[in-house]
C-alpha cells in the first residue's frame, strides 16, 4: 500500500494537512480510540463522548467521500490503548510505505510521534498544521527579540496580515480596541436566546452507553448531551450564534447570572478546537455580519480578538515556551487542588454554580474560568500541576496547547508575567459587580472579615501580602502594594488571621 494516514482526535478537518494529495486507491487513514488518550488525565466524561462520537461521524464523512478508513474502537478486543500500539498494529495490517500525521496539539504527543520512525522503523512526516493564521515558527519570529509579548500587539499584527476588519489600512472604526463599549455588569431580566440542543443520533448513543461502561469514574455528567458531532452540525451553531448572540456578545462579555451557563458566549471552542469549525471561516462569517449591520462593532471586534488574539497568542506561547512552562511556579505555589473543585461542599456561592455548570455541561465560560474559579486557585495557592490537570479534564475543549497558557500564564502567574502583565487577582467585588452570585451566597461581600466575610476579600490582601516580595515591583500593582503599606498592623493581623482558618478549614475537606 502507499501511506497510513493518522487522524488525532481534535484533527477532524476535511482540509488538515495529513489528507492532503491522499491516493484514495492506496493510502490507508487510520483513526483510533484509545484509553491512554481518554485517561492520561481522566477526561469529563461529555468530553470523551464528544470526541469519540465526533472521531466515528468523521470516519463514516471520510468512507462517504472514498477513502479507505482504518478506524479501532476503544471496545475492538485487539486494541492495545495507546497511539503508539495502535500505529505499530496499523503498520502491521496495511505495510504502508509511511506515516504521515498533522502536527498534534500537546508536546507529549509531539515526543511520542517523533520516536515512532526508530520504534516502528518507518519513514514518519510530520506535516504542519495549516488551521492556524501563526504558525509556531512565525509566532517565534514575532516574539524574536521583544522585551514583552503583549496579546494586543500580536493582534493588532494578525489583523493587518489577514486584512480583518480593516479599512485601507486602518482598524475598522479608528479604533484596534473597543473594549471600553464592552463587559456590562448583568441586566436582570436578560431574555437569553436558547442554546443549540443537537440531536443524539444511533452512533452517538453507542458512543455514550460505551463512556457509561468504561469510563463510569470520571469526573462530570455524562447526559443530558447535547453537542454538535459533525462539521454541519457545527456550521449549524455557528450560524445560530451569528444571528442569535453576536450581538449582545461584548455587551456581556464578562457577565455571570446564576443558572445561566451560556450566555452570549459562541460555545464554539469545542467545534473550533477539535477541527470542525475552522478560525478564519468564523471570523469571515462575524465580519460580514457587521458589514451587513446585523451586529456592532463592538461585539464584533470583541468576538475576532478572542479567536484571532487570545487564541493564537496562547498557542504561540505554548509551543515557544515548552517544555518549561510545563514546570513553571513562579509564585511557589503548593497547595492541594481543594476537594470543591470535584463538586465538594462549600458555602461560596459563585463557586459552587461555577462548578456545578462546569460538571454538567464540560463547560464554563471565560469569565467564570478566570474571575471566579481561576481567581480562588490563584489566591489560595494551588499547585499549577493540579490546576492544569483539573482545568485540562473538565473542559470539552481542552487541549494542552490551549489549557496550559490560560492557567499557568493568564490566571496563576506561574510563568513570572510571560503571558498576562499581572496577576488577575481580585476581591469579592468584581463578582458581585459581574454577576448576581452574591444574592444568595452564605457569605457577605460587603464584609471584609470575620467568619461570614466573602473569603475573596481577605484573600485577596493575604495574596499581597503573602508574595510582597515576588509582586512588589510590578508596576500594574503599585497602587495595590500602596494600599497593603498603609494598612494599618491590626487589619493585616485579622487578614491574615482570617485566611489562615479559612485555609484550614479547606485543606480539611
Ligand atoms: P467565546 O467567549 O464565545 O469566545 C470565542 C472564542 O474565542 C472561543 O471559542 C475560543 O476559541 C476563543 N478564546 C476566547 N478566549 C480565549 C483564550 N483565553 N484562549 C484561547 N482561546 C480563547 N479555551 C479553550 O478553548 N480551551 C481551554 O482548555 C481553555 N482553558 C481555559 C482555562 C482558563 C483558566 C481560562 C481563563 C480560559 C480558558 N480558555 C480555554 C479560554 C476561554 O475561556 C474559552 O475559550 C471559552 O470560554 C470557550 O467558550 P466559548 O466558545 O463560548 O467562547
Ligand atoms: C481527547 C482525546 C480523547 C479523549 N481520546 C482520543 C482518542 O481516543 N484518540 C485520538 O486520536 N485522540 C483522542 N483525543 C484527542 C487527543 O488527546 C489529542 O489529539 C492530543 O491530545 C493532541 O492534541
Ligand atoms: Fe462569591 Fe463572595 Fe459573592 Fe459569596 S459573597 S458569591 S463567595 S464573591
Redo the contacts with the bound molecule.
Sequence with gaps: MGALRLILGDQLSHNISSLQDCALDHDVVLMCEVRAEATYVKHHKKKIAFVFSAMRHFADELREQGYRVDYVELDNADNTGSLKGEVERAVERNNPDRIIVTFPGEYRVLQDIRNWRKALDVEVEIRPDGRFLCSPEEFRMWADGRKQLRMEFFYRDMRRRHDILMREGEPEGGKWNYDVDNRKPPKSGLELPKTYKAKVDPVTREVLELVAEQFSDHFGDLEPFHFAVTRAQAVYALRK?IDERLAH?GDY?DAMVEGEPWMY??????Y??CGLLD?LEIVRKTEQAYYRGRAPLNAVEG?VR??IG??EY?RGIYWLKMPRYASENFLNAERELPQLFWGGETHMNCLRQCIKETKENA????IQ??MV??NFALLVGVDPNQVNEW??IV?A???EW??M???SG??LFADGGVLASKPYAAGGNYINNMSNYCENCFYSVTKKNGSDACPFNYLYWDFLIRNKDKLRNNPRLSLAYVSVAKMGKEKAKAIQEDARRFLKALDKN
Design positions: 450564534f456578545f462579555q458566549h459562541s460555545h464554539l471552542s469545542f473550533l478546537n478560525p468576538f478572542q479567536i487570545w487564541r496562547v463547560y464554563a465560560h471565560h474560568r478566570l474559579l481561576g482545568y485540562l473542559y475543549d481542552a487541549y490551549v489549557e497558557p490560560n492557567v493568564m490566571i
